[in-house]
């Protein structure tokens, strides 16, 4: 079983990279910001408190990585919640655990998130830090609101990438930041295109 680490701030271009990896390798894929986000949403749904540390641990305890779907997660809120519950640790436990039986699946997978090569899969085959300025992400975040007939305004989604930067970045239990064995991908300046031929190099020189 071989495991393709991506790890990155919100909005660098994460998800599309591991989507075209996993299906490149014909590896697993999981996004690990999903089920953050399916623990939040199932709490907003029920009615439960987001600052209970304890109840959002049983939540995530009993997530079904089965049933994730961003199209019913993406929403703006839910990505506000789920960074805050993302700062318990014992909510972090509960899912890690999880994504670690995931990332055992033959023949091999892809998991994407902030974590992935420092904590969930320290042993991974591959990691990759992708990032991009924070221009450069809610310029990209802006174009696909728009591009999906949505309305938004270049600062607030700018200021919400840093805030939410800030949050991963300086939270004591297992913060943002690139693993010290991981290769780093700015992809600022570079198409996906690019991006991914790129990323394909790296990879294919360490499987
Ligand atoms: O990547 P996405 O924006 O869907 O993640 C939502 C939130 O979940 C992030 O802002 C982050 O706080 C949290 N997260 C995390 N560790 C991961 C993946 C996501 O803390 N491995």
Do not use: W
């Not at 599309?16 to 949403?41: P, Q």
């Not at 703006?76 to 436990?93: F, L, N, Q, T, Y």
């Not at 600062?155 to 930041?177: F, N, Q, V």
């Amino acid at each position: 079983m071989k495991t393709i680490a991506i790890d990155g701030p919100a909005a660098a271009g994460k998800g599309t990279l591991s989507r075209r990896i996993a299906e490149d390798y014909g590896f697993h894929h999981l996004d690990t910001g999903l089920t953050y986000r399916a623990t939040a949403k199932a709490l907003i749904d029920r009615g439960l408190p987001l600052d209970d540390e304890a109840v959002a641990a049983g939540v995530a305890r009993n997530l079904d990585l089965g049933g994730l779907d961003r199209t019913v997660l993406s929403a703006h809120d839910i990505g506000e919640a789920a960074s805050k519950i993302a700062v318990m640790p014992s909510v972090r436990r509960a899912l890690v655990e999880a994504q670690r039986g995931f990332a055992a699946r033959e023949p091999g997978t892809v998991l994407d998130g902030r974590d992935i090569g420092t904590v969930v899969c320290p042993d991974a085959a591959v990691k990759l830090y992708v990032t991009a300025s924070p221009e450069v992400r809610a310029t990209r975040r802006l174009d696909e609101i728009v591009a999906g007939g949505g309305v938004a305004d270049f600062e607030t989604i700018l200021d919400d990438i840093r805030r939410r930067d800030e949050r991963d970045m300086g939270r004591a239990d297992s913060p943002l930041r690139p693993a010290d064995d991981a290769h780093l991908l700015d992809t600022s300046e570079m198409s996906i295109e690019a991006a991914f031929s790129a990323a394909k190099s790296i990879i294919d020189a360490a499987l």
